[in-house]
Structures are given as structure tokens and as C-alpha cells.
């Protein structure tokens, strides 16, 4: 039966132009996605890049003015703009600590459009001065975007509707399910390689248009074939599944308007609310501290370090004796009394931040293990993960970026606490940032969803045909 | 080669089918007259499994029709009242279709030569069947019993709606099969093509069988009186 259900339904899509359809949606969905995808990140490269080559002329010119100063000219610099201060340097030449895209980051815009991807910490910056929040439109926010996720998650699943909807019915209604259900077959065998075919033929058109869409947008295929292949895993298991509910739909429910509405009806429910459910749930179980009531805490904190700066310095440089200066005619100044309140104020404010970062990390995690109930935000944060602009992604880069913050202030410290002036020499001792991605273990809920739907595939056919005959007179 | 014992098939307080009991031999054809809602139909679809008995029994090539579904089958062919093919594929695509998901495969030339058995023209083989009559649809329905290689046929109706010229094909070509040694049960209003194709004919209302004839029992006037009278006494009753 396979080799003729093979043979006739390419027929009979061909002849009813169901591939020509499928297959120029597809290219314009794909074509306009990656388009979309890829302008977005250059977008993004080219912030990055701008960041660095200002940082570039920056550094030519302090260079040149430390030369200057080195070999004993005058330079029109205000004292306290003078690069061989270590101050100035950390300041006004901090890296540009940036999460380049990844190759594949045309996929998904994920958290891209709510984060920034480089922040540039200073000497005598905090932590909570670095700013991860872009500034985004929040209309561009409400739509969300139109990339290749987007197209695989919401309206991927509204193709194989339309496709796979009526395998059954419209047999009924048509006339031809008595003729077929005369033959030797079991009709749910039948319904299933229909459905098999269709799967099989709408998945080598997705592979086919987004291997030419990549293709137009110069994708290096020999460099990241593995992202390729596991993209277009992930596409194929998300197919199943909605293949899958077809089946059962098909099996279950006898009219071809009604198989339209149910299925509608489980798009509305895995990709629309379960989603929202879950975050909402994750908001209400584990809500986050008050943003603002943190923001008092922090300028109480500092108001009050203010106050006792002179206590704060004497305490800290009791705690670091290899700061000690035996020279009588160096001072302390502003900026050792601020930098020694600034680690005070670190550390009393670590409850307050663990706190909030602490809920915000079980939020994440409860939507975590409840994602696997939407098959749709499994995809969405597999295939964020891919393209690197997961939730995951940006924390990890917080993280680096915050490390890196920490690193660039203790090379500045003992300059500072030493009074030691900052030489062109010291200039290649600079710490330098380079991101690194975290991977992950995002292919096994992948695989978690092709479980779901086998489970379906056999609990159509193994445990409700002693209850329920399909109906075939109807 | 068609055996029903006592079948019955009632739908909640409805009987559809009371204790139906009727035997069709190798080459003969058995007519069902009745109304509307007498059971004939019913009685196809119980031994084509598209719904199961209450009570009772019925078997095809003395195959339990209940238990093994997918074997007899293998041994019937069934035309509907309205017989309907694929609009996109022509009569050779759709006969080699319903063959090969049948388990029978043929080359192009034995599927024509089916088809020319049935009495399709055979400019009309390679055309999409979008436009076939339903006189043709039939055809290609037969042609598919014979590429089957069917002993038993099941027929709903099959000639309502034909014109009198293709009703009398349709009757030919009924012949021909009985020829071949099918067993062939058809449910039908047409009193006339029943006396013309039978060996047998039953009456059936509110799901019994009434009244049952060998052909060469009555003439067609009688036929058409005993039939009335059945209907009409039992409305009577009733």
C-alpha cells in the first residue's frame, strides 16, 4: 500500500499544486525571515564595531599623549585628564566587553531586542551601573519579530493545518472513503502514510527553500553544517508533532470543519496560552522583589558610605597592608576613599542582589521544567539557544562581563592605592574580554517532543481502536 | 459464497436489521427491494465492516466478516450509489490506485484491458475522471472488482440515477460477472433491472426480509404486485 500511497499522493499534490503552493510560501516566509534575521544582527555587529573603533581612536590618541608625556612634552591635557593617571585610563579606556552573534543568530531574535550585547565597565563604575537593557520600541516588542523562529513556531504549524486538516475527511465528504474502506486496509494505516507522505514532502521542501534561502544570504554552509542539521532537526520534530495531532484529529473527529477547528484550537493552546500560562504561573509562584525598593537600598547604602569614607579607607587599607605607602609627601585622595567604599558597598549590597537574582533564577528554572507542556516555547528556547540569544545566554554574558568588570578594577587598584602612574609599557598588560558561549542540553527536550509524539502515534493506534471503529458511513 | 445468519443491528431503542438471514451462492445475483430504511443498505455496510452487528452472524468465502475484516475484503468488491473515484487522477491512475492498495499490481496494458472489460471507451482511459458520468465512475468501479479478482460484489443502488442505456450496460455487465461465477448481493429500488439481472429477489421493511423469490417464480407484472402487496400489507398491519 506504501509504494501506491507514495506513488498517487505526490500525484495528486502535484497535480493540485500543493507543492508549488508549499513551496513558494515557504521561500517568500523564509526568504523575508532570514532577511530580517540577518539585518538585525548586523545591526548589532555594527554597534559593537562602532563601540571599538571609537574605542580605537581613543586609545591612538591617549597613547600618543602618554608618548608625549613619557618623552617630556607639553601636552595640552587637563591635569586631570592626563592618561598617565590610572584613573583616566580605566575610565576612559575601558574594553568594549561585547557578545559577538553567533553565526546561526540570524535564527532567532530570542532576547536580542530586549539586551544589550556590550557594556563598558570602568574603574569606577559598579556592577549595577552597567546597563543590559536596550532601548526598544515596545510596539516592535508586542509583535515580536519577524525572524525564522517566528516562522517555524507560529506559523509552520498553521501550514501543516491547512495541509494535513481533511486527510480523512475530505475523503469522507468527497465520496471515496467507502471505495477505499472496501479494499484490504486498515484505515488508520492508511490515514497515517497519507499523513507520513505529506510530513515527508513538507519537510523536503523546508529543507530544499531554506537551504536555497541560506544559500542567498551567503550562510557558510562548511562552517556551521552541525547548527544547519540541528536546525533542521528541530524543524522536522516540531513538524511530527503537529502531524501527529493531525493524525489523531483525523482519526477522531469526522468533519473537515471540525478537524479545522480543533487543531486551531491546539495552535491557540500550544502556542499561544500555554506559553503565557507558564510565565504567568513562574511570575505568580516566584515573584521578583521590588526594583525600585532595591534602587533605595543601594542609595541609602551609598549615602551612607559617603558618610564614613575616611573609616571605610583606614579599615580597608588595614585589610590590604600591600598598599601601605612609607612616603610622606603621597596623599590619599577621592578616589582611594570611593574605590574602598565601592567594594563595601559590593558587599552589603550581595543579599539584596542574590535576592533578586535568586527569584529571577527560579522563575527561569520553573519555566524550564514545565516547558516541555508547549512544545512551542521547547522550539522557541531551542532554537534561541542555537542562535545564542537565549535568556541563558545573556546571563552567562552578564556574568563574563561582570567577571571582566571586576578583573579590569583590581589591574587599576594597586596603580591607584600605590599612586603609581600608568606608562605606555603597562598599556599591553590591559586585561582583554572575549565572550565565550555556554552550551547546552536543549536536544533532549527536542527529543522529549518526538517522544510526546510517538506516544500519540501509539495511543491512536494501540489503545483506542478496541473502543472506537472509524467511522466510515457518517 | 455470502452467508448471513440472524444478523441484527439495532441503534438504541431502532432496529436497523431484524434477524436478517439470506444466502447468496457462487454466480448468482441476489436483488433487496424495500423502501427507504429498510435495511438494505444496512445489510451492505454490516458485511463490508463498516459497522459492526448486534447479534449474529455473516461471512464472505465463509470468512467471519466480524473477525477478519481485512481478509474478506481481500474477496469483495463494492460499488455505492454514488460512486466516486479521484477527480485529479484518470481511470487507468485510479484503478491502478484502489488495485495496488489492494495488493494486486498490473502493467499499464492489463489495467486497459480491465477497463475495456467493463465497456469504458477507451478514448476516455487516460482522462481525468473530473468529468466522467456517473455511468462511467461505474465502470471503472467494476473494472476495479475485476482487476480484484472479486467472488463476491456488493451493490448499493447502483443504478439510480443511470439513464436507461447505461442501466442496461450496467445490467450486461452484472451478466457477465455472474458468468465468472460472482456472488453478487445488490440493494436496489429499480423493480425492473431486478427482474432483468436476479436469481433472487428479497423484500425487506423495517429491517426483516419479507418476501423472498426465485425470478423464474413470477413475471415481471407479478413481481411488481407480490412486491406492492408486501409493502402495502405490512403498512396495513402497521
Redesign the interface.
Known sequence: ?L???F??EW??LI??RWIQLLSILLFLLFGFAVYNGNQKVEARQANIETAVNELKTQEAETLSVLDSLEKGHKVSVSRWRLPSRPVVIGNSLSRVVNMPAKSTAFIATGQSDLFSHYVEPTVTGDDLSLSYTEMTSPVQLLFGSFDLAFVIIYLLPLLIIAFSFNVLASERE???L?????????IRT?VLQKLGLRFFWLVLCICITLIIVFAIFSFHFAANWTSLLVLLAYIIVYALFWFVLAFATNIWIHSSAKNAIALIGFWVLFVLLSPSILNQLSNSLYPMPSRTLMLNQVRTLKAEATKKQDEILDSYLRDHPEYAINDSTQTRNFYHRYMATQNLIKEELRPVVEKFETQLESQHQWAHTFSWLSPALTVQNALNDLAGTSEKDYQEFRHQSLAFAQEWRNFFLPFMFNNQEFKKSDYKNLPAFEFTYKKDATHLRILGLLGMSLLIILFVFVLKPKNK?VN??A | MIRINNLTKTYGDFTALDALSLHVNEGEIYCLLGANGAGKTTTI?LL?G???PTSGSAYINDINVVEQP??T??H???I?E?????P??TAI?NL???S????KKFKKGELESFLEEAGLQTSAFNKSVAKYSKGMRQKV?IA?ALAKDAKVL?LDEPTSGLDPKASNEFGQLLQKLRGKGVATLMATHDLFRAKEVATTIGVMKDGQLKQQWSVDELSLKELEDSYLETMSYNTLQS
Open positions: 500500500m509504494r501506491y500511497n506513488k498517487y500525484l495528486l497535480r493540485n468527497s465520496g471515496t467507502k471505495l477505499l474502506a472496501s479494499q484490504p486496509i486498515r492508511w471503529q466510515i458511513v | 455496510n463490508l463498516f459497522i459492526k481485512k481478509l475484503k481481500q469483495l468488491a463494492y455505492p454514488n460512486l466516486m473515484l479521484y485529479s487522477l491512475e491502478d490506485y484502489f495496488g492498495i489492494a495488493n468501479g476495479i456488493l
